[in-house]
């Protein structure tokens, strides 16, 4: 591409399904909210396939955008759930990818949009979570020395500030925002056998795996027809973490439309024992990139460890698919011994993974008024 051409604003249009698929599969990783199929997991949103075209008509940009529409008003919230996949890095960020979306997005109706960059700002190793939670100084992960910065990241941020956008708080209870989550927790499995993976837990998680295996539980692949056994756990898990549980329709379309587009995009496991199901967990995958999705457990029958086995397992199968990354997604910011939370990030620690935090996501309001009745509506549910 020459100098000049590339500082012109890139052309902003809606590509088909295979287009878009075809440009996640020539990338390393993207996330799993930004794939065609996302779109029709959320039937409450209408889905739509976006690409970013240089001067030579080559597609170097994509994005899944959700609409939802407000009731009453032929307008739309307009939402890129860990997207677009741009240059994020592009000193010319605004003005070449972001601009022209916003174009095209407002001629669709949109009066606000929600983006949340895969730009990953800081990296706090197991370690450095594990000192962090037993500091009694420290009552939030972003108050603790992160192990590695990403200098780019606040250019990023910057860029973004000064074309308008406005950086949404971390939202909902202790750090878990309404849309998806600034803070995870990630195992790298790049370059490392399955040996070094194995060393990198913690020593009670390899104690727990080998009681686990001692104690006769077996972890096995299910299918959808599996996702009732699952379902019933999952609600259990609800009541006793306090958050509000999907339909059985949600998982059920999940599997549908995300293994019609890709045979291998999601899996469902099953810790079993003397012949009940103790834990259930959704895995999916995207090129590279593996997430531990949902995960369900019963209180009965702790001491067996079926968290571990199945987790193990879940990670054993894809470091096999050539995984880079192993995502086991969010984690609370509070570290407060009083959060019920902390016991979840505690078991993430336990893998000898690291820390994440992104960039959050990021508002632009296209319209300000309904921007800002929207802001109300929101802050009053």
Do not use: C
């Not at 088909?16 to 409450?44: C, M, N, Y």
């Not at 003005?95 to 669709?108: G, S, V």
């Not at 027809?225 to 509000?244: G, H, K, S």
């Amino acid at each position: 591409m020459t100098n000049e051409s590339s500082r012109r604003p890139l052309r902003v249009q809606p590509v088909s399904r295979p287009d878009h698929l075809a440009f996640i599969a020539s990338r390393p990783s993207a996330s799993h909210t930004q794939i065609p199929a996302w779109g029709e997991v959320k039937p409450d949103w209408r889905a739509e396939s976006l690409g970013w075209f240089d001067e030579e008509g080559r597609l170097v940009g994509a994005g899944l955008v959700l609409y939802r529409p407000v009731p009453k008003l032929k307008k739309y919230l307009a939402y890129l759930p860990e997207g677009p996949i741009v240059d994020w890095y592009d000193p010319e960020l605004a003005e070449r990818w972001l601009e022209p979306m916003l174009a095209h997005l407002k001629r669709q109706g949109a009066f606000s949009v929600k983006m949340g960059p895969p730009v990953v700002v800081r990296r706090w190793s197991a370690d450095a979570v594990k000192a962090a939670i037993a500091d009694p100084a420290a009552r939030r992960l972003r108050d603790a020395e992160a192990t590695s910065y990403e200098p780019r990241a606040f250019d990023v941020a910057d860029r973004l500030r000064r074309a308008g956008w406005q950086q949404t708080e971390p939202g909902g209870e202790d750090g878990f925002a309404a849309g998806q989550p600034r803070y995870v927790f990630q195992v790298p499995f790049a370059g490392r056998s399955l040996d070094d993976i194995h060393r990198g837990l913690n020593q009670q998680w390899r104690r727990n795996i080998k009681k686990a295996e001692k104690a006769g539980v077996e972890v096995v692949r299910g299918g959808p027809e599996d996702l009732p056994a699952f379902y019933a756990l999952y609600t259990e898990t609800a009541a006793r973490d306090r958050f509000i549980p999907r339909p059985l329709a949600y998982f059920q379309r999940m599997w549908t439309v995300l293994n019609a587009e890709h045979p291998d995009r999601m899996r469902l496991y099953l810790a079993r024992h003397d012949g009940g199901v103790l834990a259930a967990a959704t895995m999916l995958t995207v090129g590279e990139h593996v997430w531990y999705s949902y995960g369900a457990s019963t209180a009965h029958k702790r001491e067996v460890q079926p968290n571990n086995a199945m987790q193990w397992r879940m990670m054993t199968d894809a470091h096999e698919l050539g995984a880079a990354v192993y995502d086991l997604r969010g984690i609370t910011d509070t570290l407060e011994e009083s959060n019920h939370l902390l016991g979840l990030l505690r078991f993430k620690v336990g893998t000898g993974g690291q820390a994440i935090e992104y960039l959050g996501e990021w508002d632009f309001p296209l319209n300000r008024l309904l921007h800002k009745a929207l802001d109300l509506y929101m802050a009053r549910r």
